[in-house]
């Protein structure tokens, strides 16, 4: 049954079945594309943990990653140790191949939303999912992995989003991302309404966006890669304390300014498939936008992330950022 879920919910057939027994434990399916697995005995790590995929449409890998997670369940290799919430976050999109439908679902986060449409319908869904979990399972500590892929190449290609919130980061996440080959973390310098800043934010929750390679169809994802990730999330699902690696093998960055699409006339000064973490030195002139005039690097280098010249207007985009020392 855990194996055909990912499959019938972007069928949009809601199974008759919608609790029963997996290896370790029982699952409940709440909404289309929300599953609960709920532990008979915790892990001696256990954390209560939220993993969720296809927030956009069109990054199939971490689907793919959560499926094959899924199944070894079935084939009984995996035992249930915690508490895990799987998400598939936007359905209709993830049918469709595309980012999104309407609106980017992954901005859309905040409890004060008040705007109309399928993505905020369903990221008032996920938020009251999200809360839901999180308080049955109180005594846990809390985990929010919201794994994407990225649009372009990357010098890193596998790296992290640190949501900005008060919560700090412990440090043992470093080294299980370390350890799960994740080779770059992006800290973010404020709030940003994504659903792993969602997770912080409110619940404290360790959280962050995971970037796993580009955005590929389905059947294109090399896996391969992302053995060490499909390692810790297992870890993560059987309750076991992760495999760990010093942090100081990743690269540590720190967002310094946020290029926004202030208008039609905005652009981007440099090619479009300019990788990720592409470094700029002074005096580049990066974007020009005739309401706010140009951006030029002034005396540090900025490295370009998510560079995207097509968002909505009012939308972020490019991320610029600093290198920074790892966190102690
Ligand atoms: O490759 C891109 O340009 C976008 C990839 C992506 O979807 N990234 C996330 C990052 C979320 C964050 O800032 O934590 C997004 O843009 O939603
Ligand atoms: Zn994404």
Known sequence: MLAEWIELSLEGTVPTKRTGCVAGGRFLIHAPGILELVPDTLGSDAHACVLSAGIHGNETAPIELLGSCLARFEARLLT???????????????????????TNLNRLFRRELDEEGMEPERARELMSAVDGFFARHAQLPRLH???????????????????????????????????????AVLHQHRHSWTFSHYSKHYHHAQAFTLELGRALPFGHNDLAALAPMGRLLEDLI???????????????????????????????????????????????????????????????????????????????AALLATRVEPPN
């Open 80 to 102: 249930l140790g915690a508490p895990v919430l799987v998400i598939l976050g936007n359905l209709e999109s993830i049918r469709r191949g595309e980012r999104y439908v309407e």
């Open 145 to 183: 992995y919201d794994l994407h892929t990225a649009i372009r190449d990357s010098r890193y290609p596998r790296f992290v989003v640190e949501p900005y919130a008060e919560t700090t980061t412990r440090p043992e996440q470093w080294t299980w991302l370390a350890a799960a080959n994740i080779q």
């Open 238 to 316: 059987a309750g076991r304390k992760p495999a760990r690696a010093p942090a100081t093998q990743m690269a540590f960055f720190r967002v310094a300014h946020e290029l926004m699409r202030e208008s039609e006339s905005f652009r981007l000064c440099f090619a479009d498939d300019t990788p990720n973490f592409t470094e700029f030195p002074p005096g580049t002139r990066l974007a020009e936008d005739d309401k706010v005039g140009p951006f030029i690097v002034d005396e540090n280098a900025l490295s370009v992330v998510f560079p995207n010249a097509h968002v909505e207007l009012g939308a972020r």
